[in-house]
Nanobody, 126 residues
Framework: QVQLVESGGGLVQAGGSLRLSCTASGRTVSRYSMGWFRQAPGKERAFVAHISRSGAIIHYADSVKGRFTISRDNAKNTVYLQMINLKPEDTAVYFC???????????????????WGQGTQVTVSS
């Protein structure tokens, strides 16, 4: 069983940047396709980005394209989410998630993922 821990969240002004990290333990992260999701107060958990096991296939939500970059370093057992030009509407708890399947086309759905971290808060002030 893999355990996931997110870090790197915080308070930033609009236009600023943050880099989130998701570090895996228990099993190597290279076994999993990985996703980032976010959940704002009173809203459902929403897809942000997905990366395949090798990193060759990447998908983004339209709302973050051009501003967020997902990447992975399997040697460090870590997946990253680089966020630039942050907006107040990016404020949410950000979660990373691991999918046991080799590749699942339904990467935008939270139910696809088998393992979740506890989340890290990102707050963007205007």
């Amino acid at each position: 069983q893999v355990q996931l821990v997110e870090s790197g969240g915080g308070l930033v002004q609009a236009g600023g940047s943050l880099r989130l990290s998701c570090t895996a333990s228990g099993r190597t992260v290279s076994r999993y396709s990985m996703g980032w999701f976010r959940q704002a107060p009173g809203k459902e958990r929403a897809f942000v980005a997905h990366i395949s096991r090798s990193g060759a296939i990447i998908h983004y939500a339209d709302s973050v394209k051009g501003r967020f970059t997902i990447s992975r370093d399997n040697a460090k057992n870590t997946v990253y989410l680089q966020m630039i030009n942050l907006k107040p509407e990016d404020t949410a708890v950000y979660f990373c998630a691991a999918d046991d399947a080799f590749y699942n086309g339904n990467y935008v759905s939270p139910i696809t993922y088998d393992h979740w971290g506890q989340g890290t808060q990102v707050t963007v002030s205007s």
